[in-house]
């Protein structure tokens, strides 16, 4: 960071940018030093890219100076969890649990963003794993919305959870397997416009163009400027026949299938949870088993100075 000023209307002024004129053309500064007791000293450097930070919880954090965009790698919003299994006595069936379904997604996006404002961020929450509900009609639970928002710049994008499947209709004993509906996947709504050309200078100080930087098509998806819906679960219905045994589905993929979600449990043993925003998978029977937890949302960034 710099830490070089000058005074404007009485008002000191942290400097980000400095040139010279080289042969009649102007050329950025990158470092400035100063000779202090015979020894030079650093006072200067040009703005490079902040190392990533990945959060999995609300927070709040300031734009530091110099910075004007944000790079976002990965943003997802919370997956569903997947539904229980469910069995009867002499019903003629047995049930799978629908699975969870996965969150909207950013992948490698760049918004601008301004100096010292107060970003918002919002990370949605998995949905609870295991028995939701009465028997025999069990429920998935939704994943949390994750929204990154700035004091200055407003809304930047909104990442809605995913909502869960359900069952309804089953009884027993003696009774009628139930109907089992899927979740449905989490929505991608990105209100600022994305910045997709300029320069800047990476951690290491390499100064690199939008066109030229290897560290842009790092997310998930791996194609820089990136976002999207989340999918829903695997619905497997049920099984015929009293005592038949069913894996529960499998959970919904996110960021466009690169994550995958958390895998159906076979009868009787609880299935598996999503990561990073997928849908955690269904339960199986017979006997029964529990759904999985939907994945954690997540935003993973950096801060960036393009000119």
Known sequence: MADWYYKVSGAWKTVNEAFYKSS?????IQEGYIKVGGAWKQFYTAFVATAFVTET???TVTVPDGANAIHVQAAVGGGSSGVAGGNYDKS???SSGAAGGSGGYVSDKVFSVSEG???????GAGGTGGFNGPFPNYYGIDGDDTVLSGSTTGSIFSLTGSTAGSSSGGTSPNGTVRTNFPSVGGTATVSATPVTTGTFREANGATVTFATATTLNLGPVGTFNQSGDGVAGQNLGNCSGDN???TGGNGGASYGGAIAGGAGGPAGTAASP???GSGGGGGGAQPQSAGGEGGTGEIKYRFLRIT
Not at 24 to 28: L, Q
Not at 117 to 123: D, S
Request: proline content about 0%.
């Open 24 to 28: 009649g053309s102007w050329k950025e």
């Open 57 to 59: 919880s609300s927070t």
């Open 92 to 94: 003629g069936g047995e």
């Open 117 to 123: 404002e107060t970003l918002t961020l919002t990370v």
């Open 244 to 246: 038949c045994q069913i």
């Open 274 to 276: 999503g990561t990073r």
